[in-house]
């Protein structure tokens, strides 16, 4: 085997440290703690003023296959896994799982094992406050930012789930006897006669005369959802009675209450007949949100 010297000894140093892990089959960073750790993969390298350059690395005898690292660069999968087109035949390619421990992700074999590892993040994350103000400032910021961001994912649920109901309708029957249960039997004549005769069909969204948008989901009457998504009931009836779209009043003499009937319900929790024989109550229709028809006219199905 001929030695060479000077410039062609030099030219035998060509490959980079990307370029010598490439054909090692490993990462850059196990290449950099070969060299600074007792050099177990033998390589042969020199520093060119910039960087360490390389010899290309003596291979197994055993193996009889070869490729040119220079043209069979290294792939990085997306799960972080490393892998040499055609490379050394038995190779196993290693595997990164980077950032395991804070994504929840870590496969440790003992609950203190994790803590301990956690601890460790938490102590590198603490070393770079300046004070411990600073760290509290932080802290706040960091809620802050938490607070909006769950604000922003909760909105882009309603968004989402707003789009479910477009275009999809419910069919009602008008049935005071179910939900004006306790009535004298002279109110709850009165309201079936005032009432819906008939079923009726409405949009699930709507818009009122004056250009407010909402839902109309009257489940107090015999209520189906027009719809091949079975679930689609009971889902928008536990995002409708959240307690943060609920308003309670307790009335007092004298007290007006105005409600909007094509946007809101309304219902009342007691059912005792004789409270509410005794209960007086005036109660006024006026048709401003159906005035000219408008909510027939926006409904016709």
Known sequence: MAVLKGQEELDQYKLTRREVADFLGITPNAVKCSIRKGNRYKLE???????????????????????DPLKTPLKRTIQGKYSQSNGTPGGTPKVLNRGATHKGKGNYTSEALKMANEMKILNSINKKFKSEEHRREFEKLNEAGLEEAWKKVQQKKDEDFKKELEGVHCEYSYTPEVWAKGLPETQYKMMKKDGQEGPYKMWLLQQNIAGVKGIYFYTNNKCKIITQDETLFQRL????????????????????????????????????????????????????????????EKNII
């Open 237 to 296: 009836y536990d995002h409708m009675f959240q307690e943060k779209y609920i308003y309670q009043h307790w009335y007092e003499p004298g007290d007006i209450v105005l409600m909007d009937q094509l946007l809101t319900l309304h219902k009342r929790d007691q059912n005792d007949p004789d409270i509410l024989a005794e209960r007086v109550l005036h109660r006024i229709t006026f048709r401003i949100s159906n005035y000219n028809n408008f909510i027939q």
């Open 45 to 67: 390298y020199r520093f060119d003023g910039y960087q360490n350059l390389f010899k290309v690395p003596v291979r197994d005898p055993v193996i009889s296959r070869s490729v």
